[in-house]
T-cell receptor, first 115, second 114 residues
Framework: AQSVSQHNHHVILSEAASLELGCNYS??????LFWYVQYPGQHLQLLLK??????LVKGIKGFEAEFIKSKFSFNLRKPSVQWSDTAEYFC?????????????FGAGTRLAVHP | ETGVTQSPTHLIKTRGQQVTLRCSSQ?????VSWYQQALGQGPQFIFQ???????GRGNFPPRFSGLQFPNYSSELNVNALELDDSALYLC?????????????FGPGTRLLVL
């Protein structure tokens, strides 16, 4: 079955620390890849997405992610986190199978950034 | 803000009751997808509506049903509510049929079943 695994459920960092959140998916075909973020009290927002081309994609607020096809991974990175990055982060994929497009989400990683 | 709106924001029901949740899609989007997000989990796909027809369905029982209207807004109906139906219900709108489809989410409806 198609699935998405996020390696860390909870991450605690100090401001200015670097961030890397792991994401792996299980599907052998073509995928679109996404990272969504849910800030406290807010709705799910798109952080960045990969469809094709350069496997290193840049999103909003200084986030980037790298698609490594051979590892079925799409890890999220930020060189220096801020207190305002405290949120829950979800990795998601759309596996293309000739029908409709549904998002398959990971369980999420809750990030807390301390000043 | 994505332009996707949902109502109500919160709802409390008892077991066995029925509930209807509503979603208005972003301007220019003709597809609505519904997801259930239980506490501590990622959203799970319920179904998708495209041009007023159910376009695809996840692993949810038939008591979860939906509608899409000519203006592309949508409803999610859940009959015979169970305690496990307590969750955040998310609606997402998109324009399908393109390789780079992106789904944009509304704020959700938080349902509590007692």
């Amino acid at each position: 079955a198609q699935s998405v695994s996020q390696h860390n459920h909870h991450v605690i960092l100090s401001e200015a620390a670097s961030l890397e959140l792991g994401c792996n998916y299980s599907y052998g075909g073509t995928v679109n890849l996404f990272w969504y973020v849910q800030y406290p009290g807010q709705h799910l927002q798109l952080l960045l997405k990969y469809f094709s081309g350069d496997p290193l994609v840049k999103g909003i607020k200084g986030f980037e992610a790298e698609f490594i096809k051979s590892k079925f991974s799409f890890n999220l990175r930020k060189p220096s986190v801020q207190w305002s990055d405290t949120a829950e982060y979800f990795c998601a994929v759309i596996p293309f199978s000739g029908g409709y497009n549904k998002l398959i989400f990971g369980a999420g990683t809750r990030l807390a950034v301390h000043p | 803000e994505t332009g996707v709106t949902q109502s109500p924001t919160h709802l409390i029901k008892t077991r066995g009751q029925q509930v209807t949740l509503r979603c208005s899609s972003q301007s220019g989007h003709n597809t609505v997808s519904w997801y259930q997000q239980a506490l501590g989990q990622g959203p799970q796909f319920i179904f998708q509506y495209y041009r007023e027809e159910e376009n695809g369905r996840g692993n949810f029982p038939p008591r979860f049903s939906g509608l899409q209207f000519p203006n592309y807004s949508s409803e999610l109906n859940v009959n015979a509510l169970e305690l496990d139906d307590s969750a955040l219900y998310l609606c997402a709108s998109s324009s399908p049929g393109v390789r780079d489809e992106t789904q944009y989410f509304g704020p959700g409806t938080r349902l509590l079943v007692l």
